[in-house]
């Protein structure tokens, strides 16, 4: 006799089934999971890496330009400039007033040899990692003195003046003896970038007395025109300089003013009497132009134009019936000298008389004189020159060549 199974318990048990069914793949599962984990995690972790966009981390400036410092510091040096100086003594000179009052002594003073003494200093750095040295032409201007630099870690090495800058307050060193090791050296950057209120970092020997000296500020003016003592006497007119709130003292002279990456973007030129916290420095742009120039050539080669002008003023303007307010007007006010030299790359670029020339490539000539335009050229170089003739605008193009 066959058993008979109802329909309730048929159900029960395939419940059961489904239901130990469910169980083992929930376990397989599971255990599977556990076994591929560090997988799986690995996988997430790179999707959601995939899908979020990266954020940059945030450097505080104040260790930015720790860091920066630390990089550039050894490239900096002390120039010391020494001379033989005599040395005096006092001795006594015996006179006999033939026994009217007796003998009698006067003190007198007389040379007795020289001795080498420290007389100046200031600042430079190195641009080229066999010894080229940037300082400025008012620091080595004696052609008696001995000159030497001193590292930032004390190594002394004797130097050679190069080249002096006539034009503009900068001179080139290089160092005289044999070199055991390449030395750091600083880059230049783009002083024609430079914006009011950025951070710059001067570094120079501080009063000739405290080497290394760092001091922190920002641009505070650009385009700046002054006439710079040497406190000697002499004076001269510097154009296109950098002004900065960063502390330059004397001493500082001819060390480098960096942007936080550790470009040279200035030279520390002056600071000015009688105020606090200005300072200026010459743009690293007309600097580098000239170290190019000692590199290539062995001395400053300056780029040639060959016109005589004169700086458009009011009554330029009104005079002549200029239809621009600024600009270099090609004129010459000697009688019988021309204003645009035969022969000269004026000449062959087709510049005549009377034209104004209101742009050299991207700089506008105005606050910007011709001179100080050229001076961040090279020899050699194309420019584009924005001409007004009459009522007419031209575009030349100028090869400019070696002065003589």
């Given at each position: 006799?066959?058993?008979?199974?109802?329909?309730?318990?048929?159900?029960?048990?395939?419940?059961?089934?489904?239901l130990?069914?469910?169980?083992?793949?929930?376990?397989?599962?599971?255990?599977?999971?556990?076994?591929?984990?560090?997988?799986?995690?690995?996988?997430?972790?790179?999707?959601?890496?995939?899908?979020?966009?990266?954020?940059?981390?945030?450097?505080?400036?104040?260790?930015?330009?720790?860091?920066?410092?630390?990089?550039v510091?050894?490239?900096?040096?002390?120039?010391?400039?020494?001379?033989?100086?005599?040395?005096?003594?006092?001795?006594?000179?015996?006179?006999?007033?033939?026994?009217?009052?007796?003998?009698?002594?006067?003190?007198?003073?007389?040379?007795?040899?020289?001795?080498?003494?420290?007389?100046?200093?200031?600042?430079?750095?190195?641009?080229?990692?066999?010894?080229?040295?940037?300082?400025?032409?008012?620091?080595?201007?004696?052609?008696?003195?001995?000159?030497?630099?001193?590292?930032?870690?004390g190594?002394?090495?004797?130097?050679?003046?190069?080249?002096?800058?006539?034009?503009?307050?900068?001179?080139?060193?290089?160092?005289?003896?044999?070199?055991?090791?390449?030395?750091?050296?600083?880059?230049?950057?783009?002083?024609?970038?430079l914006?009011?209120?950025?951070?710059?970092?001067a570094?120079?020997?501080?009063?000739?007395?405290?080497q290394?000296?760092?001091?922190?500020?920002?641009?505070?003016?650009?385009?700046?025109?002054?006439?710079?003592?040497?406190?000697?006497?002499?004076?001269?007119?510097?154009?296109?300089?950098?002004?900065?709130?960063?502390?330059?003292?004397?001493?500082?002279?001819?060390?480098?003013?960096?942007?936080?990456?550790?470009?040279?973007?200035?030279?520390?030129?002056?600071?000015?009497?009688?105020?606090?916290?200005?300072?200026?420095?010459?743009?690293?742009?007309?600097?580098?132009?000239?170290?190019?120039?000692?590199?290539?050539?062995?001395?400053?080669?300056?780029?040639?134009?060959?016109?005589?002008?004169?700086?458009?003023?009011?009554r330029?303007?009104?005079?002549?019936?200029?239809?621009?307010?600024?600009?270099?007007?090609?004129?010459?006010?000697?009688?019988?000298?021309?204003?645009?030299?035969?022969?000269?790359?004026?000449a062959?670029?087709?510049?005549?008389?009377?034209?104004?020339?209101?742009?050299?490539?991207?700089?506008?000539?105005?606050?910007?004189?011709?001179?100080?335009?050229?001076?961040?050229?090279?020899?050699?170089?194309?420019?584009?020159?924005?001409?007004?003739?009459?009522?007419?605008?031209?575009?030349?193009?100028?090869?400019?060549?070696?002065?003589?």
């Amino acid at each position: 006799m066959e058993d008979v199974v109802t329909t309730p318990q048929k159900s029960t048990q395939v419940a059961k089934i489904v239901l130990i069914s469910v169980i083992l793949t929930t376990l397989t599962l599971g255990g599977i999971m556990y076994l591929l984990r560090d997988v799986v995690v690995t996988y997430i972790q790179e999707e959601i890496e995939r899908d979020t966009p990266l954020i940059p981390a945030v450097v505080p400036e104040a260790d930015l330009i720790v860091d920066t410092i630390e990089r550039v510091n050894g490239a900096v040096v002390s120039v010391v400039v020494t001379k033989d100086v005599p040395i005096y003594e006092r001795y006594y000179e015996r006179f006999d007033s033939g026994g009217w009052f007796g003998d009698f002594v006067v003190p007198r003073i007389r040379e007795n040899g020289t001795r080498e003494q420290e007389v100046g200093g200031g600042s430079g750095f190195i641009v080229s990692n066999d010894g080229l040295i940037v300082t400025n032409r008012h620091v080595v201007s004696d052609d008696s003195a001995r000159y030497s630099i001193v590292m930032n870690d004390g190594v002394v090495y004797d130097v050679s003046v190069l080249a002096r800058d006539e034009q503009l307050d900068i001179a080139i060193l290089k160092i005289d003896e044999p070199l055991k090791e390449a030395l750091p050296f600083l880059q230049f950057g783009d002083s024609d970038t430079l914006k009011l209120g950025q951070t710059v970092i001067a570094i120079g020997n501080a009063l000739a007395e405290f080497q290394n000296s760092i001091s922190v500020g920002v641009v505070s003016g650009l385009s700046r025109s002054i006439v710079a003592s040497d406190g000697q006497g002499g004076s001269e007119a510097l154009e296109q300089v950098i002004q900065t709130d960063a502390a330059i003292n004397p001493g500082n002279s001819g060390g480098p003013l960096l942007n936080t990456k550790g470009e040279v973007i200035g030279v520390n030129v002056a600071t000015s009497q009688g105020a606090d916290n200005i300072g200026f420095a010459l743009p690293s742009r007309s600097v580098e132009q000239i170290v190019r120039s000692v590199q290539t050539y062995g001395e400053i080669q300056r780029p040639y134009l060959g016109v005589r002008y004169q700086m458009v003023t009011p009554r330029i303007k009104e005079t002549q019936n200029l239809v621009v307010d600024n600009g270099a007007w090609v004129s010459s006010t000697e009688t019988g000298v021309e204003a645009v030299l035969p022969d000269s790359p004026a000449a062959k670029a087709g510049l005549q008389a009377g034209d104004v020339i209101v742009a050299i490539d991207d700089v506008v000539l105005g606050e910007t004189d011709l001179a100080a335009a050229l001076r961040g050229k090279a020899v050699g170089e194309d420019v584009r020159l924005r001409v007004i003739r009459g009522q007419d605008e031209l575009l030349l193009s100028v090869t400019l060549e070696r002065a003589l």
